[in-house]
């Protein structure tokens, strides 16, 4: 725009120049585009498309309207895994914030080591979730591993204990290995927003004589907002897709009930290769997830005024 | 007699903040290290309870040279992982700095729709669509290569990365441009020569960001490297964890491990700044 205010040639002309090389910049994003297309967009119609058919992966395909839909609302084994996803979901991201929130306290103000711990306390989150995963399976062996031999050699358990054949054992194990792995991330996070909270209200807060209580509640908390909304989205969506460490470390078990919505769809699709089932349960799972990024827009919407 | 409390409260306010530091540094960084000494026991020792960490039977590299034996290799799932993240790399920058290039600079039709199309994919799980890349790879003759997974991954990293390198193009000021243009220079020795230096902290930051997603991705790299010679590290390492290749070498798989984790954390603390300023910028948008 600043660009066509410039005059020193014709008017005209220079219109024309100017329109023909703003053009251009279509050039530039063209390969973005094309990308976004073909590897994002066409394969999101095509999962509407294949959700309405019997799809195999050798053969005909056959449409067969919302039959795939009516056979979700009878799958009790994907409800399952749904209602698994959540419940890990909820209870993981009320771990990691139980971690992440007293770390980012701790490290918010710059003093002697603070960079030290923050860079150990973030290590972890550089790592994948598959090499995190293989370590933590590795951990976890009741014979090679290290929590069950080293409990049995300090006494506290009779016999070494396999912490992967229960649920809860099992269940707690990947919550542990999780906010290990991500509590450093959602630390970060937060730190951002706490930093943005102008030091002088909270100085003003203590003249008047407010309890470190009462100034979390009253001045930490509502000018977090944004940022505890964003650290929570990013909580929530990543455990709703969570597969990776249910797959390597549990490989759904013990007796399937560690199975989550991404792995039985992964089940679906790419075991029992039922392609348009899979096709189904996606868009359940992509419905679900932009409910959640409307969600996130909402609550991060600029408060009122300040726009 | 006041100063000497408060002195007395400062020494052990001090003490407590770096007490809770180091023990919470010692639990966040024990794995990792735990996994690295290991490493180098020799096998026979690796199989037991890591129980001390460190190796007590002699210092050996058995383990990884073990784990070239499994399939066709660790070597070569590793330059399999390698290539796929070099060119992840190489290919996500090169199209996000000429579309934020674009976007940031020309106005043309359909600009903001297509920016805000690229941008939205990032609330669609691509986890939800594997079945129809598959299907598309396949259509492409790209089916079960590693450039096909490539593509994949430059796509997955493109709505950060242009909207990075879209922020990164607005912050420098429009004169800088247009002294360069005098100086007659078009469009493509301009971007290289004049604004490329300029926004080359966003280039490091968007390159950063998708070596470690392209190097420790698993799902799609799971379902569409059907075959075994096509295997980046992480679905190798988890084919050699599942037993896969006979009985479990549990050393051979804390090297694979190591081998997976050393790149990402050697590049994040060597551009930990790089890495900081692609969070913020992602967490205060």
């Given at each position: 725009?600043?660009?066509?205010?410039?005059?020193?040639?014709?008017?005209?002309?220079?219109?024309?120049?100017?329109?023909?090389?703003?053009?251009?910049?279509?050039?530039?994003?063209?390969?973005?585009?094309?990308?976004?297309?073909?590897?994002?967009?066409?394969?999101?119609?095509?999962?509407?498309?294949?959700?309405?058919?019997?799809?195999?992966?050798?053969?005909?395909?056959?449409?067969?309207?919302?039959?795939?839909?009516?056979?979700?609302?009878?799958?009790?084994?994907?409800?399952?895994?749904?209602?698994?996803?959540?419940?890990?979901?909820?209870?993981?991201?009320?771990?990691?914030?139980?971690?992440?929130f007293p770390?980012a306290i701790f490290?918010e103000r710059?003093r002697?080591?603070?960079?030290?711990?923050?860079?150990?306390?973030?290590?972890?989150?550089?790592?994948?979730?598959?090499?995190?995963?293989?370590?933590?399976?590795?951990?976890?062996?009741?014979?090679?591993?290290?929590?069950?031999?080293?409990?049995?050699?300090?006494?506290?358990?009779?016999?070494?204990?396999?912490?992967?054949?229960?649920?809860?054992?099992?269940?707690?194990?990947?919550?542990?290995?999780?906010?290990?792995?991500?509590?450093?991330?959602?630390?970060?996070?937060l730190m951002?927003g706490l930093q943005s909270i102008p030091q002088d209200l909270q100085e003003a807060a203590v003249i008047d004589g407010a309890g470190p209580f009462a100034r979390f509640r009253a001045i930490t908390l509502p000018l977090m907002r944004r940022t505890l909304?964003?650290?929570?989205?990013?909580?929530?969506?990543?455990?709703?897709?969570?597969?990776?460490?249910?797959?390597?470390?549990?490989?759904?078990?013990?007796?399937?009930?560690?199975?989550?919505?991404?792995?039985?769809?992964?089940?679906?699709?790419?075991?029992?290769?039922?392609?348009?089932?899979?096709?189904?349960?996606?868009?359940?799972?992509?419905?679900?997830?932009?409910?959640?990024?409307?969600?996130?827009?909402?609550?991060?919407?600029?408060p009122?005024?300040?726009? | 007699?006041?100063?000497?409390?408060s002195?007395?409260r400062k020494?052990?306010f001090?003490?407590?903040?770096?007490?809770?530091?180091?023990?919470?540094?010692?639990?966040?960084?024990?794995?990792?290290?735990?996994?690295?000494?290991?490493?180098?026991?020799?096998?026979?020792?690796?199989?037991?309870?890591?129980?001390?960490?460190?190796?007590?039977?002699?210092?050996?590299?058995?383990?990884?040279?073990?784990?070239?034996?499994?399939?066709?290799?660790?070597?070569?799932?590793?330059?399999?992982?390698?290539?796929?993240?070099?060119?992840?790399?190489?290919?996500?920058?090169?199209?996000?700095?000429?579309?934020?290039?674009?976007?940031?600079?020309?106005?043309?039709?359909?600009?903001?729709?297509?920016?805000?199309?690229?941008?939205?994919?990032?609330?669609?799980?691509?986890?939800?669509?594997?079945?129809?890349?598959?299907?598309?790879?396949?259509?492409?003759?790209?089916?079960?290569?590693?450039?096909?997974?490539?593509?994949?991954?430059?796509?997955?990293?493109?709505?950060?990365?242009?909207?990075?390198?879209?922020?990164?193009?607005?912050?420098?000021?429009?004169?800088?441009?247009?002294?360069?243009?005098?100086?007659?220079?078009?469009?493509?020795?301009?971007?290289?020569?004049?604004?490329?230096?300029?926004?080359?902290?966003?280039?490091?930051?968007?390159?950063?960001?998708?070596?470690?997603?392209?190097?420790?991705?698993?799902?799609?790299?799971?379902?569409?490297?059907?075959?075994?010679?096509?295997?980046?590290?992480?679905?190798?390492?988890?084919?050699?964890?599942?037993?896969?290749?006979?009985?479990?070498?549990?050393?051979?798989?804390?090297?694979?491990?190591?081998?997976?984790?050393?790149?990402?954390?050697?590049?994040?603390?060597?551009?930990?700044?790089?890495?900081?300023?692609?969070?913020?910028?992602?967490?205060?948008?």
């Amino acid at each position: 725009m600043a660009s066509i205010t410039v005059a020193s040639a014709p008017a005209r002309a220079r219109r024309i120049g100017v329109s023909r090389r703003q053009w251009i910049g279509l050039l530039y994003v063209l390969p973005a585009v094309a990308f976004v297309t073909v590897f994002f967009v066409i394969p999101l119609g095509m999962t509407a498309w294949m959700s309405l058919h019997n799809w195999p992966l050798m053969g005909e395909h056959a449409f067969i309207g919302l039959d795939n839909y009516f056979a979700i609302l009878r799958d009790t084994r994907f409800w399952n895994a749904l209602k698994f996803t959540f419940y890990y979901t909820l209870i993981v991201t009320i771990a990691i914030f139980a971690v992440a929130f007293p770390l980012a306290i701790f490290i918010e103000r710059p003093r002697p080591l603070t960079n030290l711990y923050r860079t150990a306390f973030f290590m972890p989150a550089v790592v994948g979730f598959a090499s995190a995963s293989l370590l933590w399976s590795w951990l976890l062996n009741v014979d090679s591993g290290l929590f069950s031999p080293a409990a049995f050699d300090l006494g506290l358990t009779e016999r070494k204990v396999n912490l992967l054949a229960t649920f809860q054992p099992a269940f707690w194990s990947i919550i542990a290995m999780v906010v290990w792995k991500v509590a450093g991330f959602t630390m970060i996070i937060l730190m951002t927003g706490l930093q943005s909270i102008p030091q002088d209200l909270q100085e003003a807060a203590v003249i008047d004589g407010a309890g470190p209580f009462a100034r979390f509640r009253a001045i930490t908390l509502p000018l977090m907002r944004r940022t505890l909304a964003l650290a929570l989205i990013l909580s929530v969506a990543g455990s709703i897709l969570a597969f990776d460490q249910f797959y390597i470390i549990l490989r759904g078990g013990p007796r399937n009930q560690t199975l989550t919505a991404v792995y039985w769809i992964f089940n679906q699709s790419f075991v029992s290769f039922k392609l348009g089932y899979g096709a189904a349960l996606s868009m359940v799972l992509l419905v679900i997830l932009v409910a959640l990024s409307l969600v996130q827009l909402w609550l991060l919407r600029k408060p009122e005024g300040l726009d | 007699m006041a100063e000497a409390m408060s002195q007395h409260r400062k020494a052990a306010f001090s003490l407590a903040r770096h007490s809770t530091g180091i023990i919470a540094s010692v639990l966040f960084l024990a794995p990792i290290v735990w996994t690295v000494l290991s490493t180098f026991k020799p096998a026979q020792e690796a199989r037991q309870p890591p129980l001390p960490p460190w190796p007590t039977t002699g210092f050996s590299v058995e383990n990884y040279q073990t784990l070239n034996t499994f399939g066709d290799g660790l070597w070569a799932s590793a330059q399999n992982s390698i290539y796929v993240s070099v060119m992840t790399v190489l290919l996500s920058v090169l199209v996000s700095v000429l579309a934020g290039y674009g976007f940031s600079r020309f106005r043309f039709p359909f600009r903001d729709f297509f920016f805000i199309l690229i941008l939205s994919t990032i609330m669609i799980p691509f986890q939800s669509i594997l079945t129809p890349i598959f299907l598309v790879l396949t259509k492409l003759g790209l089916h079960n290569t590693l450039t096909g997974l490539v593509c994949v991954y430059v796509t997955l990293q493109l709505p950060f990365s242009i909207f990075m390198m879209r922020n990164a193009f607005d912050a420098v000021p429009r004169e800088i441009e247009e002294a360069a243009r005098m100086d007659g220079a078009n469009n493509v020795t301009m971007l290289v020569k004049v604004m490329l230096p300029l926004v080359w902290p966003g280039v490091v930051t968007i390159a950063l960001f998708a070596f470690l997603g392209a190097w420790n991705e698993f799902l799609a790299a799971l379902v569409l490297m059907t075959d075994q010679s096509k295997f980046t590290l992480p679905v190798m390492m988890t084919a050699l964890q599942s037993g896969r290749f006979g009985a479990i070498d549990w050393g051979a798989v804390q090297a694979g491990v190591t081998v997976m984790m050393v790149p990402c954390l050697i590049l994040f603390l060597a551009l930990q700044r790089f890495y900081i300023r692609g969070l913020m910028a992602g967490a205060v948008k």
